[in-house]
């Protein structure tokens, strides 16, 4: 039985940074999430839709790590979705050069039977209403919805967005997002008034600057770790919400405590991510490293102080 | 005798924030510094100067602190420093909308007797030469001297900046200043480019987005808390330098370890200090407000995790 469900693209990117640039690459909101789960051996199923151009070896090398592939439709006489983007220097903005929707225009995911009891669904960003028709195929509430969106549906959809996030546990976004979706600038005032829309956890990501997890009074904050280099931001956010929803699909504690624990892990795993052009790092990922650098997260942030 | 040897401005800021405007306030790097630092029961010293238009309430709010101000001169025809700032509603940016030098500009700062074996300096933003001059007038090398700076005297003084920052311990700069100083984007290689060149010890204050140190190749991080309202952010930076180096002269412990918990205290003080307008928070701080926040700021960032 598949414990995690993943809704969300599955892509073809081409990306530009300053230290280079890639052809047609395989990217997509779900490819990142279901590689990053996979570190939790938790069995996850991917629900997506591809064109007859994406290639066999990226289907198997899913399968190969034991994600279900079943429900990601490849569309005989369709491309696959298309993004490509340029980085600015600083890494934290980028401009999108063009965007071929594709296959993704008429995409209406259909869950397989054998998934819609699964405890823990990840809605990779895509339109809130595709997101909503997922948890309206389930056919028990699942434990845990956890549901990534972005300012472009802000923009265009933010009454579909309000009825889906309505519906949803945890809400993943970026702090430009929180701001807008609240509008208010300070973050602890935006996760408050954002609980109120549904979602009992909010997580802001600040990109570079680490995760906020905020739920009634508590707070939790994970850095994100300081690096040498930052190669490819692309999929990070992605990988930050697989790790954090593998980690609680896995463990099946979804206490502030344990979201805890999966925000680190998600943190750790993009910080990996970063580090090479699109899914590469990730798919070369082994326990070890994992396990060494959750190390530094705990060198990084755990003191011991006396109060004064 | 002083444990602690602070050197800075004392001075009026007039300050403009989305929340209001102020008359001329007392400001000043080492007002905030001395004021943080007293949280610490340690006994300091300001070395600094201000002009005839100085109210003496002030020097005494400063003295009933046991904050020794013997070092304070104050120039019988001069007039204080004024710095006035408008902050933009992201409260992260501001533009300086005056500044009359006044006393400072012929400011040659003389150490008192009973401070030249002090431990401990805090070297407040000043033009490099004058922090340098503090550091040779010292009788035996302290044990530990910490230097704070800004992007203008990297501007304008850099030849002297650098002389200077060879000859402390720690360093504490911006992000954005540290990448100007070093030439690097990552503040991972800029941190260890910059201990080159003198200070053991690198502290990247990131604002909202809270401070990292740096020792060879390790690491720390502390965010800042993350606050419902910033008010006014004039004098966190010094008011974290005032904790932090308040807490290591009074503990005498100059060990990593030991300013891991430093950071810390820095970061707990300069949550308070951006609440009201100026110095106003921190002159009614209470231990017990200190220690419920520093209660905060474990919940925020400890984490119990296994290894995968």
Redesign the interface.
Known sequence: MSKLLIVGTVAFDAIETPFGKTDKILGGAATYIGLSAT??NVPSAIVSVVGNDFPKENIDMLAKRDINVSGLEIVKDGKTFFWSGRYH???NSRDTLETQLNVLENFSPVVPEAFKNAPVIMLGNLHPLVQLSVIEQMETRPKLIVLDTMNFWMDIALEDLKKTIAKVDVITINDEEARQLSGE?????AARIIEKMGPKYVVIK?GE??A?LFHED??????AL?????FDPTGAGDTFAGGFTGFLASTEDYSFKNM??AI??GSNLASFCVEKFGTERMEQLS?EE??NR??M????????????
Chains 1, 2 share one sequence.
């Not at 508590?218 to 850095?223: D, G, I, L, Y």
């Not at 997260?297 to 004064?308: N, P, R, S």
């Open positions: 570190n939790f220097n600083d890494m600038y300070s973050l602890v005032k600040k600057h680490g906020l508590q707070m939790f904050f994970a850095p300081p690096l040498e280099e930052v805890k624990k680190i892990h326990k994992i396990n959750l190390k997260f705990k060198k990084l942030t755990q003191f011991e102080i006396d109060l004064a």
